[in-house]
């Protein structure tokens, strides 16, 4: 089980950070990666990473304003999110995967384990 928090209304150009946790489990060494899905669309994949997180697959549109950060005491992923569109509007959910092979086929084919019950993201003015 994966839960989400940190959603909201963020005005264009702004700035937010989700956080990923993993209550009584643990996200250390396990592939994680962060989907969205917007009104009409399929869920997309956005930024995963290894279970070593030396390898990460970012999608093109979010490429330079996303990053994905590990806390391992903490026990929790963020995604921070910089320079926001109205276009990243979304519901964004956090998911794992046990032992990734590909991080791109994580994120294209969202081959996961467990998802999260995700979290709005809204950028207007």
């Known amino acids: 089980q994966l839960v989400e928090s940190g959603g909201g209304l963020v005005q264009p150009g702004g700035s937010l950070r989700l956080s990923c946790t993993a209550p009584g489990g643990s996200l250390y060494n396990v592939g994680i990666g962060w989907f969205r899905q917007a009104p009409g669309k399929e869920r997309e994949g956005i930024l995963c990473?290894?279970?070593?997180?030396?390898?990460?697959y970012n999608k093109r549109s979010v490429k330079g304003r996303f990053t994905i950060e590990r806390d391992n005491a903490k026990n929790t992923v963020y995604l921070q999110m910089n320079s926001l569109k109205p276009e990243d509007t979304a519901v964004y959910y956090c998911?794992?995967?046990?032992?990734?092979?590909?991080?791109?086929?994580?994120?294209?084919?969202?081959?996961?384990?467990?998802w999260g019950q995700g979290t709005q993201v809204t950028v207007s003015s």
């Open positions: 990473a290894s279970d070593s997180g030396t390898t990460i």
């Open positions: 998911a794992a995967r046990l032992g990734v092979r590909n991080v791109q086929s994580m994120c294209v084919d969202l081959d996961v384990n467990y």
